[in-house]
């Protein structure tokens, strides 16, 4: 059973939660530490604790899996929030899905839900990136995707590094995309500052950023409709090229998107 767990004021630890974890014969966490305080909080003696983390989830899933099979209920918990997002947690579930054990979930608190709905940006449609990587080409490719991404993209980052990442954005996408930074949300410094990327970068330089950071960007703008011009040169390049006049006009609509009858107009005239 996968257990959500508060992001911060453990007042947001829900009724079921605390009834999923006094059932469970074992639970799966990040650090036994921070779940025996959630535990004590809740009032639930402690059951064996199970260390799955980053570093021991992999080898971890066959031991747990065995738990189930022989009728325990596992409950599978993070330091915060929901297990699986950026979080340990989904390799087991994805392992117990595959292996056709039944698996629940006691929904709550997550940071990347809970930062989007009060970022003031759309929210229709949304993509989440967690952490970006460290470096190399693959955190360059992943900042490249963002840069014509039209939906809001919501993102980690640790106090240490948000400073780079939000100049390394603005650099990118552009210092007036929008963004919301979102600090140790539902904690006594809880902090929501809305603006740009240039603004961002200013408001973290006023003082060391402290905790846990939920960047929203807002999504780039749509891009601009294709002009006749535009149409027209595309046209003549594939016309030179031999394709014939039929071809070229499907070819040209499919590529520029624009409806296959304003094409054929304009190559009427050509």
């Known amino acids: 059973m996968v257990v959500a767990t508060p992001i911060g004021n453990l007042g947001d630890l829900s009724p079921r939660a605390v009834e999923a974890l006094g059932a469970a014969d074992a639970i799966a966490c990040e650090d036994t530490r921070r779940t025996r305080k959630l535990l004590a909080h809740a009032g639930v003696k402690a059951p064996t604790l199970i260390t799955v983390n980053d570093h021991t989830e992999a080898r971890q899933v066959r031991s747990v899996l065995a738990r189930i099979e022989r009728g325990e209920r596992v409950a599978v918990v993070s330091d915060a929030g929901t297990p699986g997002i950026s979080d340990p947690g989904e390799r087991l579930v994805a392992s117990a899905s595959a ?3 039944a698996v629940e979930v006691v929904p709550g608190a ?17 993509v989440f990136e967690g952490f970006l990587p460290r470096k190399g080409s693959g955190r360059g490719e992943r900042i490249d995707t963002l840069r014509d991404e039209q939906r809001t993209a919501i993102l980690y980052e640790a106090p240490h590094r948000v400073r780079h990442t939000v100049a390394e954005l603005a650099d ?6 929008r963004v919301a930074v979102v600090r140790e949300l539902t904690k006594l410094h809880e902090e929501i500052w ?4 240039a603004g961002a970068v200013d408001h973290l330089g006023e003082r060391e950023p402290r905790g846990e950071y939920v960047l929203v960007l807002g999504g780039a703008a749509p891009p601009a409709a294709p002009s006749d011009d535009d149409v027209t040169e595309a046209l003549r390049s594939r016309l030179a090229a031999g394709e014939d006049k039929k071809t070229a006009t499907a070819e040209v609509a499919k590529q520029l998107r624009v409806p296959k009858r304003t094409v054929y107009e304009i190559a009427t005239r050509l």
């Open 99 to 101: 292996a056709g054990l």
């Open 172 to 177: 990118a996408l552009g210092p007036l995309r």
């Open 110 to 126: 997550s940071a990347a839900i809970s930062a989007l709905v009060v970022s003031g940006l759309p929210t229709g449609r949304f």
């Open 194 to 197: 809305r603006g740009t990327l």
